[in-house]
């Protein structure tokens, strides 16, 4: 089946450092690729996302390139803010057609990523 | 607006009690979800509705049952809950329910069963 591995955290930075927080997936054919961000207290925000190979998502200075060859969807930021403390989970959604014959795209996410970022 | 706005933000019940959760968008969006998420954990899909209409339910116990009244409402509807069904429940819509789709969740719901 289809699943997504994150890089266990926590990951804590101070300001300004680079990040990255790798993700690979296993999936057959052509998945799209997402990570989304959940601030504390609320629920999940999309931050980016690549529907096919060699596609990169931006998006706030976050960064991710789709590439096939090695199944991986890495996020990265040159310079991280406090305001980027979060948990990041990436995803990646595959048509998935239901009993009745109704395709929809199912999310599958990985585990997360707690980041902290101190000043 | 580009908010799903979902009610109440935390819900304290007893196992014989029955309750309901309520979710409503305005952005015309023609798919609606509910997950459940344990604390530090990934989000689980438990229901879609596709233009009205129950299409996943993914292996949910009967005690949980979801209601669609019209395209920018979606409840869930509470009743015999376990301690163990405690949890941030949220809601999520998109435009339809396709594999490119960009999910607009809610704030959640932190549910605590006693």
């Known amino acids: 089946g289809n699943s997504v591995t994150q890089m266990e955290g926590p990951v804590t930075l101070s300001e300004e450092a680079f990040l990255t927080i790798n993700c690979t997936y296993t999936?057959?054919?052509?998945?799209?690729l997402f990570w989304y961000v959940q601030y504390p207290g609320e629920g999940l925000q999309l931050l980016l996302k690549?529907?096919?190979?060699?596609d990169k998502g931006s998006n706030k200075g976050f960064e991710a390139t789709y590439r096939k060859e090695t199944t991986s969807f890495h996020l990265e930021k040159g310079s991280v803010q406090v305001s980027d403390s979060a948990v990041y989970f990436c995803a990646l959604s595959y048509p998935t057609v239901n009993a009745g014959g109704t395709s929809y795209g199912k999310l599958t996410f990985g585990q997360g990523t707690i980041l902290t970022v101190h000043p | 607006d580009t908010e799903v706005t979902q009610t109440p933000k935390h819900l304290v019940m007893g196992m014989t009690n029955k309750k309901s959760l309520k979710c409503e968008q305005h952005m015309g969006h023609r798919a609606m979800y509910w997950y459940k998420q344990k604390a530090k954990k990934p989000p689980e899909l438990m229901f879609v509705y596709s233009y009205e209409k129950l299409s996943i339910n993914e292996s949910v116990p009967s005690r949980f049952s979801p209601e669609c009244p019209n395209s920018s409402l979606l409840n869930l509807h509470l009743h015999a809950l376990q301690p163990e069904d405690s949890a941030l429940y949220l809601c999520a819509s998109s435009q339809v329910a396709g594999k490119q789709e960009k999910l607009f969740f809610g704030s959640g719901t932190q549910l605590s069963v006693l």
């Open positions: 690549a529907t096919k190979a060699d």
């Open positions: 999936a057959t054919g052509y998945p799209s």
